[in-house]
């Protein structure tokens, strides 16, 4: 598999849109978060925003930003049979999803 920085990126771009989005949505509609995931959720919000600044800052990713990447590339493009992969491979299509709907016209 060939290693495109610029693919990396925009799907990068695009899980922090949905995080962003997601976080607005939920102060929006005032939803009940569960504090127990709340702490775990931030970190990874933290690492996405850090890993997305970097990336802007580069222009490049780090060796562990692509190794994540072509760890989702292979969790998307091969059949999972773990639940945390089949989990994360849920999240990343809604992802996807999230990003087609905002790019399509209204």
Do not use: G, W
Not at 25 to 40: D, F, G, V, Y
Not at 83 to 98: A, G, I, N, P, W
């Amino acid at each position: 598999m060939v290693f495109d920085p610029e693919a990396a990126q925009t799907l990068l771009q695009k899980s922090h849109n949905t995080v962003v989005s997601l976080e607005a949505e939920i102060e929006r509609r005032q939803l009940p978060t569960a504090s127990n995931h709340s702490k775990e959720i931030d970190e990874y919000c933290d690492d996405l925003r850090k890993s997305f600044d970097k990336i802007k800052v580069l222009k490049r990713l780090d060796d562990k930003a692509a190794e994540h990447v072509k760890t989702a590339m292979k969790i998307l493009t091969t059949p999972q049979t773990s639940r945390s992969f089949k989990v994360y491979e849920t999240f990343l299509h809604d992802v996807l999803q999230f990003n087609e709907a905002q790019q399509s016209p209204m």
